[in-house]
């Protein structure tokens, strides 16, 4: 089935340590987004991407770095995660067009203790 | 800087009573605008869009019109039902570019 694939699903980790979280989508959309998503903030862009080996800062950059080698996955890193990104990551790909239409991802939730 | 800002929730509503949930913008250019729902438990999902100024976007009894005058896009539903409970998200996208930021969330809940 076409559509947006993230993994993992559910990760702790601890202060300090790095991981990286992939998102991959079969529909050869250009656009592709990182967001987190926390109780009363709404969903917060990270990094976006606007095609192959390009991305872009978004609202919440600091302590993530992203890639996008393939045109399908956009991966994102965390360094050296804290506490403060404990939160909720979608990854959303953008159809473009008159039917343009956004497409989420399920979903990671991460805790960093 | 470039925004998107909603009022803030929750909004609690009896089944049938009309609903508004405002949405106002900052930014250059000319935005598309968009609303997506979430549900309990559920990711996003498209409710409506609007392309440009004076545009009104529909879907499931829901309506908001792109107003460039006063930069809002401005939910709205004339008899809401309990199943409209969930949280709502005015987003917004530079078309050059490709950002696309949205708002906090309105959580709406509706009694029946």
């Known amino acids: 089935n076409a559509g947006v694939t993230q993994t993992p699903k559910f990760r702790v980790l601890k202060t300090g340590q790095s991981m990286t979280l992939l998102c991959a989508q079969d529909m050869n959309h250009e656009y592709m987004y990182w967001y987190r998503q926390d109780p009363g903030m709404g969903l917060r862009l990270i990094h976006y991407?606007?095609?192959?080996?390009?991305?872009a800062k978004g609202e919440v950059p600091d302590g993530y770095n992203v890639s996008r080698l393939k045109k399908q996955n956009f991966l994102l890193g965390l360094e050296s995660a804290a506490p403060s990104q404990t939160s909720v990551y979608f990854c959303?790909?953008?159809?473009?067009?008159?039917?343009?239409?956004?497409?989420f991802g399920s979903g990671t939730q991460l805790s960093v203790l | 800087g470039n925004s998107v800002t909603q009022m803030e929730g929750p909004v609690t509503l009896s089944e049938e009573a009309f609903l508004t949930i405002n949405c106002t913008y900052t930014a250059t250019g000319y935005p598309s605008l968009f609303w997506y729902v979430q549900y309990p438990g559920e990711g996003l999902q498209l409710l409506l869009k609007a392309t440009k100024a004076d545009d009104k976007g529909s879907n499931k009894g829901f309506e908001a019109t792109y107003r460039k005058e006063t930069t809002s896009f401005h939910l709205e539903k004339g008899s809401v039902q309990v199943s409209d409970s969930a949280v709502y998200f005015c987003a917004l996208l530079y078309n050059q570019g490709g950002k696309l930021i949205f708002g906090q969330g309105t959580e709406l809940s509706v009694k029946p």
């Open positions: 959303a790909s953008r159809s473009q067009g008159s039917n343009e239409k956004l497409f």
């Open positions: 991407s606007v095609g192959e080996g390009t991305t």
